[in-house]
């Protein structure tokens, strides 16, 4: 847990994403599967399932420290983060014990936890928290309410996994898709080296646009262009490959999740089509504002009201 | 009658006739320390503790001062009164007033953590205890001071490692010079200051605290510094003033620090938690130790701290809003 904990400072005391990617790739290069296929898990805001109840907890620590509810809710209402205002409502410990490695705390402790009566549960945590210092403490919490919140992006969860693999950034971008697993299996699959079967959804180069260097008083040789209108979309590609469908952003991100109706379209083309095309919202007849496009990015899970609101046609 | 009311102008005592930190101009002002939002300009005469005298004179131009020892007695009107330290910064002091029998104790504000640049804070025992509340919720637990200032030198000389200057940002009077009387009980490296600090540090020098080998960032010039640690108050970092010191890693000392958020929020890469207020273990303790029957809380989130001292039903306590600023903690 310890290595865990420095990461999170790290990560923390920086403004850097330059430097969050190098501090991440370091802490995967040391340490090992069991802990890291937990620590990517933590990163990437997940919860760890406990079921153990949040009040449950609140109530033993109020027990543990003495402290009336409404005291503790309105000091974690002031935080505004109740795994942050619990370790600091405990306060700092001049010593400290030395925590068990993150795999070992988390499979053989918290996931425990649930299996025993109430009152051992309890003493558990009043464990705990007389146990550990302050961060540590802020860590336990967090794997009990999720949402780490360290300004980690997936980009940059896939920079750094493609460094510590040596693969490209594409390939892990396609392997992190879909929800993160916490197994050793899961994240050593995400570290392997041989890419064929990511291959075939690898996008070209993007077809962009770019500025016209001379003034157009200039043209001579007005027959030689193709005059196109620049939509306001999203440029992005969509590939059929050996039957499956990908759809890549120009920042090289996986986009499937957010856009199943492409995807759909994209099930009828024949084997080995690549299209590059201006991905936009598109209603009755008329193209929709990119605003409403924005509605559709960054998305995890599209809902039928999406799909009637913004829907999306590639427009090449 | 109550010894102390909350007037328009300030807090007023009416059997002796005074003010204590009044914010308005009045004719005789009792002050506690001298952060701006105690001491404030146009009285028409002033008394403070000896320590406070360089401060004032510093801040308040043409005042009319007279000082008294810690522990010294005087009268004002009907009432016996005395400064005692309150270990806030040089100079602070918390005002003890007496009027047959009944004892009042204004603290100002007031810390019971280490400080090596003022006398450390006393009980005064008394029947109404008037406290700061400025970090009165349970979150607010201080680290141990040396440790913290271990903090700052460690990332000070990792910085130094890596090519960067190191910036923190603190509250010029008091702040600063405990921050650099604890550095310097680690390291002999010079220390630069911007020269708000600078002027502080000269009215601390005559009242007998100095320390070698601390030199000003002027505001013009052309020196470049690598791997240095200067200190500046936050408002002096956007300025062209904080660009000489390209490249940088900037950070926060100060109690509010204690929350992530906060630090996050105003673009710290550190928070250093150096506060010269008293935490909530402290103001409990305190509210306990001076025995006071009455408890009232002025700055900060004072509800809080009433309902609990209400709901333990040991004291009276109330709440006594001030129009203070917190600046002393900015």
């Not at chain 1, 879909?178 to 064929?196: A, K, M, R, S």
């Not at chain 2, 009792?30 to 300009?41: F, P, Q, S």
Request: proline share 5%; hydrophobic share 35%; aromatic share 12%.
């Amino acid at each position: 847990m310890q290595r865990f904990v420095e990461l999170l400072k790290e990560l923390d005391q920086t403004n850097s994403t330059l430097k969050k990617v190098e501090n991440l790739i370091n802490y995967f290069k040391e340490v090992p599967p069991e802990d890291a296929c937990w620590g990517l898990y933590l990163i990437s805001g997940e919860k760890i399932k406990t079921r153990v109840n949040r009040t449950f907890i609140h109530e033993a620590f109020c027990e543990y420290t003495g402290m009336p509810m409404w005291l503790f809710k309105e000091s974690a209402s002031h935080v505004g983060d109740s795994s942050e205002a619990m370790a600091l409502l405990r306060g700092p410990r001049k010593v400290a014990f030395e925590p068990p490695s993150l795999g070992e705390f988390i499979e053989t402790e918290l996931l425990k936890l649930k299996d025993l009566p109430e009152n051992e549960m309890k003493e558990k945590l009043h464990l705990w928290w007389e146990s550990y210092d302050e961060s540590v403490l802020f860590l336990i919490h967090k794997c009990f309410f999720g949402n780490l919140r360290m300004g980690v992006s997936k980009n940059l969860l896939i920079q750094a996994l493609a460094n510590v693999a040596e693969i490209d950034k594409e390939t892990m971008s396609m392997r992190l898709m879909g929800d993160y697993i916490p197994t050793v299996q899961y994240y050593e699959n995400l570290l392997v080296q041989d890419i064929t079967i990511e291959r075939k959804s690898k996008p070209y180069p993007f077809y962009l646009a770019s500025p016209v260097e001379k003034p157009e008083t200039e043209f001579t040789d007005w027959h030689d262009w193709c005059v196109e209108w620049k939509w306001d979309g999203i440029r992005a590609q969509l590939i059929k490959r050996e039957g499956e469908v990908f759809l890549w952003s120009r920042g090289e991100e996986l986009i499937n999740e957010s856009f199943p109706e492409v995807l759909e379209l994209g099930k009828m083309l024949p084997d080995g089509t690549v299209i590059d095309g201006e991905l936009l919202p598109f209603k009755e007849g008329e193209v929709l504002s990119f605003a409403n496009l924005q509605t559709r990015l960054n998305r995890k899970k599209i809902t039928k009201k999406d799909l009637e609101l913004t829907p999306i046609s590639t427009f090449i | 009658m109550e010894l102390l009311q909350l007037s328009s102008k300030g807090l007023y005592c009416p059997l002796g006739d005074f003010y204590i930190d009044p914010w308005e101009e009045v004719k005789t002002a009792v002050i506690t320390h001298g952060h701006g939002d105690h001491a404030h300009w146009g009285m028409e005469q002033y008394i403070s503790v000896k320590d406070c005298a360089p401060i004032l004179q510093k801040r308040l131009i043409e005042l009319k001062l007279t000082t008294y020892d810690y522990g010294e007695v005087f009268k004002l009107g009907e009432v016996q009164v005395s400064f005692h330290p309150a270990g806030h910064i040089l100079g602070s002091s918390q005002a003890r007033l007496e009027y047959q029998g009944e004892v009042w104790v204004f603290t100002g504000d007031f810390k019971r953590n280490e400080d090596p640049t003022c006398p450390a804070f006393e009980v005064v025992p008394c029947d109404v205890f008037i406290s700061e509340a400025t970090f009165s919720l349970p979150v607010y637990r201080w680290p141990n001071f040396q440790n913290e200032i271990q903090e700052i030198y460690d990332w000070w000389i990792k910085n130094e490692r890596e090519g960067f200057n190191s910036v923190v940002c603190c509250y010029a009077l008091g702040k600063a010079q405990r921050i650099i009387a604890g550095l310097r009980s680690l390291t002999k490296e010079p220390i630069w200051v911007h020269g708000t600090i600078d002027e502080v540090n000269q009215a601390y020098a005559k009242a007998g605290y100095t320390w070698p080998d601390i030199h000003k960032v002027p505001l013009e010039g052309k020196e470049k510094f690598k791997g240095a640690l200067i200190l500046c108050p936050p408002s002096a970092m956007g300025s062209t003033w904080s660009k000489r010191l390209t490249p940088k890693k900037v950070a926060f000392a100060s109690g509010w620090m204690r929350l992530r958020g906060n630090r996050r929020r105003k673009g710290y890469e550190r928070g250093f938690v150096i506060s010269d207020h008293a935490d909530w273990p402290d103001l409990l303790r305190t509210v306990k130790e001076t025995g006071c029957k009455t408890v009232l809380f002025t700055h900060g989130h004072t509800e809080s701290i009433v309902r609990y001292l209400t709901e333990e039903g040991k004291v009276v306590a109330r709440d006594l809003k001030l129009p203070f600023e917190v600046e002393g903690e900015t």
